[in-house]
T-cell receptor, first 112, second 114 residues
Framework: KQEVTQIPAALSVPEGENLVLNCSFT??????LQWFRQDPGKGLTSLLL?????REQTSGRLNASLDKSSGRSTLYIAASQPGDSATYLC???????????FGKGTTLSVSS | EPEVTQTPSHQVTQMGQEVILHCVPI?????FYWYRQILGQKVEFLVS????????KSEIFDDQFSVERPDGSNFTLKIRSTKLEDSAMYFC????????????FGSGTRLTVV
């Protein structure tokens, strides 16, 4: 059974810092991995999708990497802003392609 | 940008009552899902649906739950006899191709069972 762990659970930083959020998963037989953002009481917004054949994916100030063999992914946020404050969720897609499995997330707070 | 639409945004129901949660997936998507998130906990997979049948379900998705695509645009989750522990945010998601395009989630229905 796939288990997803995200470290740290919470992070508080001043505006402008570069951040790394970590995700590890126990079953490396995945199709892809998706990073989401969740604002309090809201839905999930997709940030990045990395295919299992890819090592990296970039969107603006966000960069996600994937090391499938070691069961790890990282989300790098450059020049953080207060608007980045949210919970970030990592979710690998199982090999059957039928279910995303979520970690508990990293709750980020960026102060101005 | 196309969206997954969920209604209602908040539903309060009495224990033992049946509820139906509604979702309109993105029109050209073929794969549909329900997830739930109990307050303060992680997002949990319930069920995936493709070609008018369930393709996978979790152990949470017991006989109390059912899904249906009653027409070409709606996707519903029914809970037959709600329990207090069913109180959660329920998210619908859809995908054009799970392996290539990822999931798009709706904004959720907050279900409160009293």
């Amino acid at each position: 059974k796939q288990e997803v762990t995200q470290i740290p659970a919470a992070l508080s930083v001043p505006e402008g810092e570069n951040l790394v959020l970590n995700c590890s998963f126990t079953d490396s037989a995945i199709y892809n991995l998706q990073w989401f953002r969740q604002d309090p009481g809201k839905g999930l917004t997709s940030l990045l999708l990395i295919q299992s054949s890819q090592r990296e994916q970039t969107s603006g100030r966000l960069n996600a990497s994937l090391d499938k063999s070691s069961g790890r992914s990282t989300l790098y946020i450059a020049a953080s802003q207060p608007g980045d404050s949210a919970t970030y969720l990592c979710a690998p897609l199982n090999q059957a392609g039928t279910a995303l499995i979520f970690g508990k997330g990293t709750t980020l707070s960026v102060s101005s | 940008e196309p969206e997954v639409t969920q209604t209602p945004s908040h539903q309060v129901t009495q224990m033992g009552q049946e509820v139906i949660l509604h979702c309109v997936p993105i029109s050209n998507h073929l794969y549909f899902y329900w997830y739930r998130q109990i307050l303060g906990q992680k997002v949990e997979f319930l069920v995936s649906f493709y070609n008018n049948e369930i393709s996978e379900k979790s152990e949470i998705f017991d006989d109390q739950f059912s899904v249906e695509r009653p027409d070409g645009s709606n996707f519903t989750l029914k809970i037959r006899s709600t329990k207090l522990e069913d109180s959660a945010m329920y998210f619908c998601a859809s995908s054009q191709s799970t392996t290539d395009y990822g999931y798009t989630f709706g904004s959720g229905t907050r279900l409160t069972v009293v």
